[in-house]
C-alpha cells in the first residue's frame, strides 16, 4: 500500500505539476517529514530518496546532507543499520556546517554500535564528544558507551564512562547528578569482587575453604567430605603397609579430587564475581534509566534544516 501511494503521488508530481504549488523536492520533502512524523518510516525513506533524486536534478536550497541525515534516521528507525550508517556518512560527506559535524558523528557512532562495530561505534562517539559543544549531547555520547559496556558486562568501562557524565552534570549544573552519582557508587564496589588466587591458595591448604571464600557452601562442604574421605582412605592403605593400594588411591582418587578441588574453587570465585558484576550493572542501568526519564534528556537533539548550510546544489 506504500509503495503503490508513493507511486501513484510520484507520477501525480510529473504529470501534474500545475497541481502542485511547491516544486517537487519542497513537496516531496513535506510528505517525507510528516511520514517520519506519523513513525510511517519505511514510507518516509521513499519519500527522501525521492526528494535526493529530484534534489540532484535541480538548483535547489535543500541541503543534501540534511536529506541524508534524514535517511539516515529513518534507517535507523527501521532496524537497517547499515543503510543507517552509509547515509550518515554521505550526510558527513555533503555537510558544510562545522557546528553540525560533531552531532552527525554521534548519530553515526550510535549506528555503527547496532551495527555491533563496537570499536569504530566508540571511536566516532569520542571524536564526536571531544568537538561538540552542548552538554546535553556529551551527557548522551556518555551515557551511551556506558550502556554498551553494560551490555558487553565490562564494568570498569562502563564505571569510567558513567563516571564521564557525572563529571559534564556537575560541571553545567544540570540537575540529575543524584541518579549518575548512585549508578557510579553501584560500579565502584571493587571490594565485593574476590580473588582466584586467594581461592586457590585457600584450597590448597584446606579442601573446601576457596568455596567457602567465594560463599558457594555446598560446593565447600562436598569438597570438605570427599577430600576428607579419599585421604583417609590412603592413610588407612599406608598404615595397612598395602603400598600398591596406596598408590592407586592416591594417584586415581585422592590427587583428582584434592587437585579438582583447587579448580573448582577458582570457578567458584568466577561464578561469584560473574554475579557481583551483572548485579553492579543491572542496577547502574536502573539508575541511568532514570537519567533518561528527566526532562532535560528528554530534550530534542535531532538536527534540522537550519542546522545545515546549503551545498549550493
Request: charged residues 20%; aromatic residues 12%.
Amino acid at each position: 500500500m506504500i509503495l503503490i501511494t508513493f507511486l501513484i503521488t510520484f507520477w501525480t508530481t510529473i504529470i501534474f505539476p500545475d497541481r502542485l504549488l511547491a516544486s517537487p523536492v519542497d513537496n516531496a520533502l513535506q510528505k517525507a517529514q510528516q511520514a517520519f512524523i506519523e513513525d510511517k518510516y519505511d514510507y518516509a525513506v521513499l519519500w527522501y530518496h525521492y526528494t535526493l533524486f529530484n534534489a540532484e536534478e535541480e538548483n535547489t536550497k535543500v541541503s543534501h546532507a540534511y536529506i541524508h541525515y534524514k535517511l539516515a534516521e529513518s534507517y535507523y528507525r527501521t532496524g537497517n543499520f547499515d543503510q543507517s550508517i552509509y547515509h550518515t556518512q554521505e550526510a558527513i560527506r555533503f555537510n558544510r556546517n562545522e557546528k553540525t559535524g560533531p552531532v552527525l558523528r554521534y548519530y553515526l557512532g550510535r549506528s555503527l554500535i547496532m551495527n555491533k562495530q563496537y570499536v569504530l561505534g566508540e571511536l566516532q562517539l569520542l571524536r564526536s564528544r571531544m568537538l561538540v559543544d552542548d552538554p546535553v549531547i556529551q551527557i548522551h555520547i556518555s551515557l551511551y558507551l556506558a550502556r554498551m559496556y553494560g551490555l558487553l558486562n565490562n564494568r570498569q568501562q562502563m564505571a569510567y564512562y558513567t563516571n564521564q557524565a557525572l563529571e559534564v552534570v556537575l560541571g553545567s549544573g544540570k540537575p540529575i547528578a543524584d541518579n549518575l552519582s548512585r549508578a557510579v557508587n553501584s560500579l565502584g564496589g571493587d571490594n565485593k569482587i574476590k580473588s582466584e588466587v586467594k581461592a586457590r591458595y585457600l584450597s590448597t591448604i584446606l579442601p573446601g575453604a576457596g568455596q567457602l571464600y567465594a560463599r558457594q557452601y555446598l560446593n565447600s562442604m562436598s569438597a570438605l567430605l570427599i577430600n576428607t574421605a579419599t585421604t583417609a582412605l590412603l592413610v588407612r592403605s599406608v598404615k595397612l603397609e598395602n603400598h600398591h593400594h596406596a598408590i592407586l588411591i592416591g594417584s586415581l582418587l585422592w590427587w583428582r579430587y584434592y587437585d579438582g578441588n583447587r579448580d573448582n574453587a577458582v570457578d567458584s570465585v568466577r561464578k561469584y564475581n560473574n554475579w557481583q558484576t551483572g548485579h553492579a550493572i543491572r542496577e547502574a542501568l536502573h539508575y541511568i534509566d532514570q537519567v533518561y526519564s528527566d526532562p532535560i534528556m528528554q530534550m530534542d537533539i535531532s538536527l534540522t534544516k537550519n542546522n545545515f548550510k546549503s551545498t549550493g546544489l
